[in-house]
């Protein structure tokens, strides 16, 4: 049960549902429901995937679940798939535009494990892919112009965020996936994380100055970062400001 609830990543695919609820708000447009249902879906349904895709490489990385319980999460990801069309097909009925940009997310999430040779494409799908529900309001008329800092700023952070896992994955990666550390090396991929992360909050403090809090915990977790400081705690600063920036976005 534990090994079934870690493998749908719930704290992940309620961040990125969020950041969809974020970009209505800001856009000043309603959030729809069955949107915001099926956004889930079609996250839960693309992690699922490429976990399975990974299952084998995974183990080194002690993500075993999928490959000690492969007919359990087999059925899960089958079941997550038929789900995630369905809303798709219906959401299609009623906002054909809406339902066509998550069917792309779904798309390109699904075959994000074949783009991990292709040097860094697996660090920009998620960050662009991770970062397109602040799109989704474009699908109802808003403009670009009020979700374009947000939009900046969340494909930086995610980045170095990804950056960050890939850094504490180099080992494993190296000969599987071209990530920016293996390509560049780990002092390097420090460097490039902490350039995005810090761009990326000057843009996020201009969309609300109370981003600042979250702000925080992400420089604190970079003061060491270019130094051989443990890349888990590092992360977990990070994170936590993360969670609070999404927080603060919510409220504010």
Not at 74 to 97: E, K
Not at 224 to 231: Q, R
């Amino acid at each position: 049960m534990i090994g079934l609830i870690k493998a749908l990543r719930l704290p992940e695919c309620l961040l990125v549902v969020a950041l969809g609820i974020i970009s209505f708000k800001y856009a000043s447009i309603p959030f729809n429901i069955l949107v915001l249902i099926t956004l889930f879906f079609v996250i839960a349904s693309t992690m699922l995937q490429n976990d399975w895709r990974d299952r084998f490489h995974d183990i080194a990385k002690s993500k075993t679940f999928a490959h000690e319980e492969p007919a359990l999460f087999l059925r899960l990801l089958i079941l997550f798939w038929v789900i995630c069309c369905g809303l798709i097909m219906i959401l299609f009925i009623q906002h054909p535009s809406t339902a066509s940009l998550l069917l792309v997310m779904a798309l390109v999430g699904a075959f994000y494990s074949e783009a991990r040779r292709v040097p860094l494409l697996s660090v920009i799908i998620v960050s662009l892919t991770s970062a397109s529900p602040l799109l989704l309001p474009l699908t109802f008329g808003a403009s670009f112009a009020t979700i374009t800092n947000l939009f900046i700023a969340t494909v930086l952070i995610l980045f170095g965020r990804e950056t960050l896992h890939d850094i504490a994955d180099m080992a494993a990666d190296k000969g599987y996936k071209q990530t920016v550390p293996v390509i560049m090396g780990d002092k390097f991929a420090r460097i490039v994380l902490t350039i995005a992360l810090i761009i990326g909050c000057g843009f996020v403090v201009a969309v609300s100055p109370f981003a600042l809090i979250g702000v925080a915990f992400i420089v604190l977790g970079l003061m060491n970062v270019t130094k051989d400081a443990l890349v888990i705690q590092v992360r977990k600063r990070i994170d936590i400001g993360l969670v609070l920036l999404v927080v603060i976005l919510l409220l504010a």
